[in-house]
């Protein structure tokens, strides 16, 4: 596996790839690699023949007070892992690669709607800087495909929007969450946990199946689940952003009628934000 750090470099290999007719697919990452990473370069090989991994931590993405600093940078670990997943080529731009002129000199991408509300309530300006970095990506490595984890539901569906309405060539794979024996959706920010917080984790994995069984046996009481959720997930010692039951394609509150279903939530248990989420059809 080759790792380049520069655009032309990438550029090159792109090049060198299309020219012996080669697929290629993507799989955008923030590094610190777990199984969750490793199963989306797994399905990118299904559908390409050759697999592009990025590692960037990308600035524009988090808020003022948000853990960029302590994010965890592991690039010989990530190296290690992606050459035993057989994957392809590695970039890992420094941020003056991608954001030569700065941040605030920086064109922007922003998609409507799906990006509003959860996370992007809670994280003024995240999916902007999500949608503006993927684009960007997407220009640099020109994939045929490019993969992403469910985990992310919102930020899924904002990538989605984004290669719609922006008439992107790269068809967006998503793939279900890799979780632990315990239920826990795997994150590179499951790291941050204490010994203590760790063993309350999975009580969100729980709380959404159980809310879910809950609507799935019938009710209609969006409000009234959403509540409960929220009281029970501070009753295992969370302090929860938000739990909204959701019509899985608008992202809008659910309605009665509605038969696909997605449970959107996140919570902190100490400084840790966790998301999750699960999606049902009646
Ligand atoms: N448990 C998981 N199962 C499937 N896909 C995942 C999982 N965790 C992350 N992904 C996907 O991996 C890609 C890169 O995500 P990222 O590097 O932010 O990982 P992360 O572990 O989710 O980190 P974070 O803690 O920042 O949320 C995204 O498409 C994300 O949805
Ligand atoms: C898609 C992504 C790599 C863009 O920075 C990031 O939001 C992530 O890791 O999910
Ligand atoms: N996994 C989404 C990246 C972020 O939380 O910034």
Redesign the pocket.
Known sequence: MRTVHTLKELRAIIRSYRTQGKRVGL???????????L??VRRAHEAADVVVTS?FVNPMQFGAGEDLDA?PRTLADDQRKLEAEGNTLLFAPPISEVYPDGLARQTRVIVPEVSEGHCGASRPGHFEGVATVVSMLFNMVQPDVA??????YQ??AVIRKMVRDLFIPVDVIG?????DEDGL??????GYLSAAERKKAPALHRLLSETGAALLGGSDDYAGLETAAREALTAEGFRPDYFNIVNSLTLKPASPGDRQLTLLAAAFLGTTRL?DNLSIER
């Open positions: 799989v955008p990452t923030m590094g610190n690699l777990h199984e969750g990473h199963a989306l590692i994010y993969v992403f984890g469910e985990k992310d930020q899924l793939l279900p969450t890799i979780r959706a795997m994150s590179s920010r499951n998301i």
